[in-house]
């Protein structure tokens, strides 16, 4: 079955700086890998995906991933942090032909001022 | 579109009482799934279904949890009887036939006492 491992279950970054939270997944086959994002009460939204086509994928709120088949990651970062980017992140990964999900642990981040 | 709708919000019952956790997909959406979050397992998959069939129900923890989908407007997950274990955040979700994105519902946070 397909995984995938988040490095560090919480992560405090000054705002204005980087934000890098880190996935890594288990597969010979380069599966679809995503990040969705979690604010408290709320439930999870699509950050950004990664379906084979760019290894450098863009998403909402100034959010990127690159996929690096030889690492197996899917790293995700922003260069300037903001307050609202306070939330929790889950990287997450499913088979080419299936619709189900495997969400890593998840990272929450903080962002002092 | 209203987005996925689940209810109730929040819900407390006393064990051994019996539990129904209601969902309303994305209109024209497909597939269904209900997850389970609970901060020593993270979030696993339960069940979903594709055109109102139960695909895959391999993450159903016992048969004390039930799912139902009578069409393609609404689910329903049942616990009977209910236990302080089951104490979570469930969350409903739908996604397009074709579609890599999962639309999350605000989840319906659940306490057995």
């Known amino acids: ?113 | 579109d209203a987005g996925v709708i689940q209810s109730p919000r929040h819900e407390v019952t006393e064990m051994g009482q019996e539990v129904t956790l209601r969902c309303k997909p994305i209109s024209g959406h497909d597939y269904l799934f209900w997850y389970r979050q609970t901060m020593m397992r993270g979030l696993e998959l339960l069940i979903y279904f594709n055109n109102n069939v139960p695909i895959d129900d391999s993450g159903m923890p016992e048969d004390r949890f039930s799912a139902k989908m009578p069409n393609a407007s609404f689910s329903t997950l049942k616990i009977q009887p209910s236990e302080p274990r089951d104490s979570a955040v469930y969350f409903c979700a739908s996604s397009l036939k074709g579609s890599t994105e999962a639309f999350f519902g605000q989840g319906t946070r659940l306490t057995v006492v």
Request: hydrophobic fraction near 40%; proline fraction near 4%; glycine fraction near 6%.
């Open chain 1, 1 to 113: 079955a397909q995984s995938v491992t988040q490095l560090g279950s919480h992560v405090s970054v000054s705002e204005g700086a980087l934000v890098l939270l880190r996935c890594n997944y288990s597969s010979s086959v380069p599966p679809y890998l995503f990040w969705y994002v979690q604010y408290p009460n709320q439930g999870l939204q699509l950050l950004l995906k990664y379906t084979s086509a760019a290894t450098l994928v863009k998403g909402i709120n100034g959010f990127e991933a690159e996929f690096k088949k030889s690492e197996t990651s899917f790293h995700l970062t922003k260069p300037s942090a903001h307050m609202s980017d306070a939330a929790e992140y889950f990287c997450a990964v499913s088979d080419l032909n299936d619709y189900k999900l495997s969400f890593g642990a998840g990272t929450t981040v903080t962002v002092r001022a």
